[in-house]
């Protein structure tokens, strides 16, 4: 198991820019694979991005292709996302996740991943 702990979160105006981190314990962080999900008000739990555990590959859901960067330091046991131009339709709480799955074909899968932090609250205003 890995302990997952976010920070970074809060208040932007559209348009603005926000790096959220993601600092672990616990296992060796870096043979996981590491996920963001968000949560908007009144909807399911989605996929944002995703980092491999050994190649340094991303994958990004479409809504946030070309805005938000995923990135990992395995000497920092910390992931982080970047998040730039954002829109209101971004205000969500995000969660940070990690698996030891070695299937990059399912990363953007909730059920994929079995450590999760508790999330924190993104609100861009408009």
């Known amino acids: 198991q890995v302990q997952l702990v976010e920070s970074g979160g809060g208040l932007v105006q559209a348009g603005g820019s926000l790096r959220l981190s993601c600092a672990a314990s616990g296992r060796i962080f870096s043979t996981y694979a590491l996920g963001w999900f968000r949560q908007g008000p009144g909807k399911a739990r989605e996929f944002v991005a995703a980092i491999s555990w050994n190649t340094g590959d991303t994958w990004y859901a479409d809504t946030v292709e070309g805005r938000f960067t995923i990135s990992r330091s395995n000497a920092g046991n910390t992931m982080y996302l970047l998040m730039n131009s954002l829109k209101p339709e971004d205000t969500a709480v995000y969660y940070c996740?990690?698996?030891?799955?070695?299937?990059?074909?399912?990363?953007?899968?909730?059920?994929?991943?079995?450590?999760w932090g508790a999330g924190i609250q993104v609100t861009v205003s408009s």
């Open positions: 996740a990690a698996t030891s799955s070695r299937y990059s074909a399912y990363y953007s899968a909730r059920g994929t991943y079995d450590n």
